[in-house]
């Protein structure tokens, strides 16, 4: 299993960013994928993630992140994206994704228990 996150840079209050998460070795059809950060010195977070399924699949969000964040998936190119809107300072941070297995994540905690995880794209929210 390898899971690719991208997308990642620098932009301001306010502005937005879209993460990109490419699987491979495993499928969409039967693996959840979720995202976490990890901001300078505080625990990783789990803030979202997408079922698995051959539909749209049932979506999770953080509190922190509700109504900004939007996940959503591309089971032809087995990519999960996060678009990130109306960017905040305190969204600066490392971000992950992972996967597991089954058919969701729906907690932060969950997020966090994921078998497999990737290398992390940073994101910093700064003016």
């Known amino acids: 299993v390898q899971l690719q996150a991208s997308g990642g840079g620098l932009v301001q209050p306010g502005g937005s960013l879209t993460l990109s998460c490419a699987a491979s070795?495993?499928?969409?059809?039967?693996?959840?994928i979720g995202w976490a950060r990890q901001a300078p010195g505080k625990l990783r977070e789990g803030v979202s993630s997408?079922?698995?399924?051959?539909?749209?699949?049932?979506?999770y969000y953080a509190d922190s992140v509700k109504g900004r964040f939007t996940i959503s998936k591309d089971r032809a190119k087995n990519t999960v994206y996060l678009q990130m809107d109306n960017l905040k300072v305190e969204d600066t941070g490392v971000y992950y994704c992972a996967s597991d297995i089954g058919m969701g994540a729906p907690s932060s905690a969950a997020i966090l228990g994921m078998d497999y995880w990737g290398k992390g794209t940073l994101v910093t929210v700064s003016s």
């Open positions: 997408i079922s698995s399924g051959s539909g749209k699949g049932s979506t």
């Open positions: 070795g495993i499928s969409l059809d039967s693996y959840a």
